[in-house]
């Protein structure tokens, strides 16, 4: 009876792990996609900079276009800093994964 209840309690230990892990990497991934879409934001900004001066004849065109720069730059640093802010809470959550590894292993 005992060894039936501890290969049980096994096998769905492992399934837990494992689906601890696919969750992080999933959490990665939309921490990357994330950081993607800020990316093109901040390109969508610069873009528009560069073109306004030359697309439109407009009396303070320079003004407009150091305004959608600074915006660009400051959409990309933002995300850049979300990143890497992100990456290191899942950094730090990945030790609990070996944790609950440790624990499953030592249980008897």
């Keep these: 009876m005992k060894f039936r209840q501890t290969v049980t309690t096994l096998i769905l230990n492992k399934d837990l792990i494992l689906r601890e892990n696919l969750a992080i990497q999933r ?3 939309a921490n990357q996609t994330t950081f993607l879409a800020f990316l093109r934001t901040s390109m969508y900004f610069l873009v528009a900079g560069l073109s306004i001066r030359n697309l439109l004849e407009m009396e303070n065109g320079l003004a407009y276009q150091i305004l959608f720069y600074s915006i ?3 959409i990309f640093i933002y995300g850049l800093i979300n990143y890497l802010r992100q990456r290191k809470k899942i950094e730090a959550s990945k030790k609990h994964v070996g944790d ?5 292993l030592n249980k008897d």
């Design 27 to 29: 959490t990665v991934l």
């Design 72 to 74: 660009s730059g400051v």
């Design 100 to 104: 609950y590894q440790l624990d499953y």
